[in-house]
């Protein structure tokens, strides 16, 4: 049966893979970023996680405002990276698991998510950026994603309470699944960062550690906060922490920390975090 390994969360700026494509990777301003994912990257080859279930946000490169939707599962084989501009990166697609996807798929549904599906469209870097400093691709990733986009750019927005009920769903989704599977669950974005209007380059430090302590500790407190919360405490781009509060939704109620690197060194507090449950 597949099982839940752990956890990531994990920073999505879109720079992270334009510094990675570079090779940029021992240059002083960015090696403590790349340095810091290491352990994580260590701990999926360790642990021989073979699935990632990565909670991300798409920014309309595969889904628009006339019709975008709240919650929405990508199904199939593989999946191309979004070109945002830059050209087409020189990655290989990423890979899909179609009958875990579908399962997931009608077990959420039956859950009472009303979850939209995609196919063949691209992920853009709330998927891509990170997905290099996990796992090695070449000449093809280790293991299969799936991925699932939250509405986090038009309003209104799911709430950090529903977030994390769609995080417990999909925990039940991945334990009814009766082949093998190693399991780790991704939440991407954040953390404090504004891009735009009045408090463009605005950070929160102190938050940003306060947030991750009560993502471990008390979960629950984070449920409780408004849109309007996140934004005045981290900036409006830090809205993005309610696919953290996915992530979390999908593990037990005690989880033990095994690494975190925070970096403060572009506009967004880059951060990557891991977690174990604890039995």
């Not at 290491?38 to 701990?43: E, I, S, T």
């Amino acid at each position: 049966m597949a099982k839940v390994i752990g956890c990531i969360g994990t920073s999505h700026v879109p720079t992270i893979g334009v510094a990675y494509d570079k090779g940029k990777q021992e240059d002083p301003a960015w090696k403590p970023l790349f340095d810091g994912y290491k352990p994580v990257a260590k701990w999926l080859d360790e642990q021989e996680v073979d699935t990632l279930i990565m909670f991300y946000n798409d920014h309309a490169s595969a889904f628009f405002f006339d019709l975008y939707p709240t919650f929405s599962l990508g199904i199939g084989e593989t999946f191309q990276i979004a070109d945002e501009g830059a050209g087409m990166r020189r990655l290989p697609p990423i890979t899909g698991d179609v009958d875990l996807q579908i399962h997931i798929a009608e077990s959420l549904v039956n859950d009472e998510f009303d979850m939209a599906t995609f196919q063949e469209k691209p992920l853009d870097h709330g998927c891509a950026s990170p997905l290099p400093l996990l796992w090695p691709h070449d000449p093809r990733w280790p293991g299969a994603v799936v991925p699932i986009a939250i509405n986090v750019l038009q309003f209104p927005l799911p709430t950090a309470a529903r977030c994390w009920k769609l995080g417990q769903a999909v925990r039940r989704a991945v334990e009814s699944y009766p082949h093998d599977r190693r399991v780790a669950i991704v939440g991407t974005g954040g953390l404090s960062h504004q891009v735009h209007g009045e408090r463009t380059g605005f950070n929160n430090e102190d938050w940003d550690h306060q947030f991750l302590e009560l993502l471990q500790h008390n979960p629950q407190a984070l449920t409780q906060m408004t849109h309007s919360d996140f934004i005045r405490l981290g900036g409006a781009e830090s809205v993005e922490q309610i696919m953290w509060l996915a992530m979390r939704g999908a593990m037990g109620p005690k989880l033990r920390k095994l690494h975190q690197n925070y970096y403060l060194a572009t506009t967004t507090a880059l951060t990557v975090a891991l977690w174990e449950e604890i039995a």
